[in-house]
């Protein structure tokens, strides 16, 4: 079981998370993906929207996340301080705001995957998932669909979901009930349980696949009080490892159910607002109506301890809630990519 993260480990999830990527602005992180791939010797096809793929093995599994996040100007200019630091027992992966995490520590397992466990495998990093683009998701799926890479996978996993426990895949029609069981089956001993969440990527896929998406340790999504439990993404990277030796990948497909109406009628259509975004996202805080994010914004939440009201969202509680926390990797903005920006 994986308990910590290596140096190289350490060093890759630092220089992923200092690269400011919204949607419609992925092109720094996808050149770094790039280079990256290239560098370890893992083939790759990247589009003219930035998406990234790679259907070179039938039978295999596909492993999915985005590249964009929410954000604005303000969140780009505090990725520097993006750092691991020591609280309360854990290591904490935190900034001075939003901190793309959604879905960067999704992005970071599979590289970790592929580098570290196994580099025959399906996986796509997609582009604008946070507000449905057209050009993100579904334009991969037209294009890998006629390959024996995706019509030969035996399933889809997805890695964007926030907590650390969750399978989101029977509750909202991603797969079957048989798929989902075997799924809860392996993931007993990793605490995952399965339960109903947001939209996300998964969806497309499910229209072909059995598909799920699955806790990556990240929290308050969306708002610049996210942050990430590193036991817990590391607790996701073993259960996905279990998934892809031990899951039974003879679990029949059983398309889902459709139903009347649009799909941009349920979450917005695309190219919505902030508020209609179809990230796997149960609640919103801070953003509203596509104009950046309102750090002064605050919110009334039950303090389910105490029974009182306390504010979350603005300084106060930023105030408030600001853990006394130690800086643990000693690495600074100090991105060795740098220099690919300039080529």
Same mark, same amino acid.
């Given at each position: 079981?994986?308990?910590?993260?290596?140096?190289?480990?350490?060093?890759?999830?630092?220089?992923?998370?200092?690269? /400011?990527?919204?949607?419609?602005?992925?092109?720094?992180?996808?050149?770094?993906?790039?280079?990256?791939?290239?560098?370890?010797?893992?083939? =790759?096809?990247?589009?003219?929207?930035?998406?990234?793929?790679?259907?070179? =093995?039938?039978?295999?599994?596909?492993?999915?996340?985005?590249?964009?996040?929410?954000?604005?100007?303000?969140?780009?200019?505090?990725?520097?301080?993006?750092?691991?630091?020591?609280?309360?027992?854990?290591?904490?992966?935190?900034?001075? %705001?939003?901190?793309?995490?959604?879905?960067?520590?999704?992005?970071?397992?599979?590289?970790? /995957?592929?580098?570290?466990?196994?580099?025959?495998?399906?996986?796509?990093?997609?582009? %604008?998932?946070?507000?449905?683009?057209?050009?993100?998701?579904?334009?991969?799926?037209?294009?890998?669909?006629?390959?024996?890479?995706?019509?030969?996978?035996?399933?889809?996993?997805?890695? *964007?979901?926030?907590?650390?426990?969750?399978?989101?895949?029977?509750?909202?029609?991603?797969?079957?009930?048989? =798929?989902?069981?075997?799924?809860?089956?392996?993931?007993?001993?990793?605490?995952?349980?399965?339960?109903?969440? %947001?939209?996300?990527?998964?969806?497309?896929?499910?229209?072909?696949?059995?598909?799920?998406?699955?806790?990556?340790?990240?929290?308050?999504?969306?708002?610049?009080?996210?942050?990430?439990?590193?036991?817990?993404?590391?607790?996701?990277?073993? /259960?996905?490892?279990?998934?892809?030796?031990?899951?039974?990948?003879?679990?029949?497909?059983?398309?889902?159910?459709?139903?009347?109406?649009?799909?941009?009628?349920?979450?917005?259509?695309?190219?919505?607002?902030?508020?209609?975004?179809?990230?796997?996202?149960?609640?919103?805080?801070?953003? %509203?109506?596509?104009?950046? /994010?309102?750090?002064?914004?605050?919110?009334?939440?039950?303090?389910?301890?105490?029974?009182?009201?306390?504010?979350?969202?603005?300084?106060?509680?930023?105030?408030?809630?600001?853990?006394?926390?130690?800086?643990?990797?000693?690495?600074?903005?100090?991105?060795?990519? *740098?220099?690919?920006?300039?080529?």
């Amino acid at each position: 079981m994986k308990e910590f993260l290596e140096d190289d480990e350490k060093k890759l999830l630092l220089d992923l998370f200092h690269i /400011y990527a919204p949607t419609n602005g992925e092109a720094p992180l996808s050149l770094f993906l790039a280079k990256f791939l290239e560098k370890e010797g893992i083939e =790759f096809t990247i589009d003219e929207h930035n998406n990234i793929y790679s259907m070179k =093995f039938p039978g295999e599994p596909i492993l999915c996340s985005h590249q964009d996040c929410v954000g604005d100007a303000a969140c780009g200019s505090l990725v520097e301080f993006i750092d691991i630091y020591d609280f309360d027992g854990e290591k904490i992966l935190k900034g001075n %705001g939003n901190i793309g995490a959604d879905d960067k520590v999704g992005i970071f397992l599979i590289l970790l /995957y592929l580098t570290k466990v196994n580099k025959n495998i399906n996986f796509v990093f997609s582009t %604008g998932e946070e507000r449905s683009v057209p050009t993100g998701i579904k334009t991969v799926v037209a294009n890998i669909k006629e390959t024996e890479g995706f019509k030969q996978a035996p399933y889809c996993i997805v890695l *964007d979901r926030k907590n650390g426990g969750d399978i989101i895949c029977y509750e909202n029609s991603y797969g079957s009930k048989k =798929f989902d069981e075997a799924l809860e089956e392996i993931g007993e001993k990793y605490w995952f349980k399965s339960v109903k969440g %947001g939209h996300s990527d998964t969806a497309t896929f499910a229209d072909y696949m059995n598909a799920a998406n699955l806790s990556v340790g990240y929290y308050n999504p969306h708002t610049k009080t996210e942050y990430v439990i590193i036991s817990e993404m590391l607790n996701t990277f073993d /259960y996905v490892c279990d998934i892809v030796e031990n899951l039974d990948r003879t679990i029949p497909f059983e398309p889902k159910k459709t139903y009347g109406g649009s799909y941009g009628g349920s979450y917005g259509g695309y190219g919505g607002s902030y508020n209609s975004y179809h990230d796997d996202y149960d609640y919103y805080d801070g953003y %509203g109506n596509g104009n950046g /994010y309102n750090y002064n914004k605050k919110k009334e939440v039950k303090n389910t301890n105490t029974g009182a009201a306390q504010a979350t969202g603005g300084a106060a509680a930023t105030a408030a809630t600001k853990p006394e926390a130690k800086r643990d990797s000693g690495y600074y903005y100090t991105n060795d990519y *740098d220099e690919l920006y300039n080529d």
